[in-house]
């Protein structure tokens, strides 16, 4: 397992920043194994992502941010340092539909996924034999529009005692409410079944289907208080044609819903993800 140590920055962008960092780094004998970076020169924006080695790095990690401090506060820096070897805790919500939910614990077993995942939350009994097989602790928890605030409360208590960092919707299909989407910001991922921000909301294949589409899509993106608009972290599209149902719809897009998912999950595991405004830069 790797033991490295990654920095985000957003900032004001101006000359010397990058070598700011890089001299930092230095100072504390920094081994600097993969540096990108972006100027959005409409936002006057600078983002970063900067991953270091940390054997033979001089810095003790509980000193970072006090001796990173002066270099943020000169150039205006909101910042955050992610340690590999701090796995992030990661719940899965799910319905009925297995696909998304098989693909992730498939990775996350092969670890091509670097988190922990405690739990498994459900509204639905379907998709408990697929927990058992890996060994992860499986939920119920119904869900209808008289239980709703009572549902989630169970939901956030198992949460809290399970200290997850990350929650992925994978084909969850329930809305969560904007008080739960507040509590997350920037810490749900949910996979939508359409290339947003078309025919967002409920049954997209159908809507596509009847408007004649010649390419369907699935969207990635982290979950807000609008349905289906929030920043957008990664989709994919396929071909169709004027021959192919419903139904067909459905099944080809249900190997790229998987796949735009798990991309998604794996560059915020990895920490390649900033958000600014209501984009996000995902770093190579």
Known sequence: MKNTATLLISCPDRKGLVAAIANFLYTYNANILHADQHQDDDAD???MRIEWD??????????FEAAFAPIAERFGMAWKLKLSRQKPRMAIF???????????????????????????IANHDDCRRIAEFYGIPFHVIAVNKDNKAEAE?????????NQVDLIVLARYMQVLSQDFS??????????????????EGAKPYHRAHARGVKLIGATSHYVTEILDDGPIIEQDVTRISHRETVDDLVQKGRDL??????????WHLDHRVLVYGHKTVVFD
């Open 257 to 266: 819903e998987r796949i735009v998912l798990s991309r998604a999950v794996r």
């Open 45 to 47: 924006l600078f983002l």
């Open 153 to 161: 409360a169970q939901q956030q208590a198992l949460l809290r005692a």
């Open 54 to 63: 940390l054997e033979g790095f001089a810095l003790d990690m509980g000193a």
């Open 182 to 199: 507040s509590l997350y910001r920037q810490r749900i991922i949910n996979i939508h079944h359409s290339f947003l921000p078309a025919f």
């Open 94 to 120: 799910v319905s009925k539909y297995d696909h998304c939910l098989v693909d992730l614990l498939h990775r996350w077993h092969t670890g091509e996924l670097a988190c922990e995942i405690p739990l498994i």
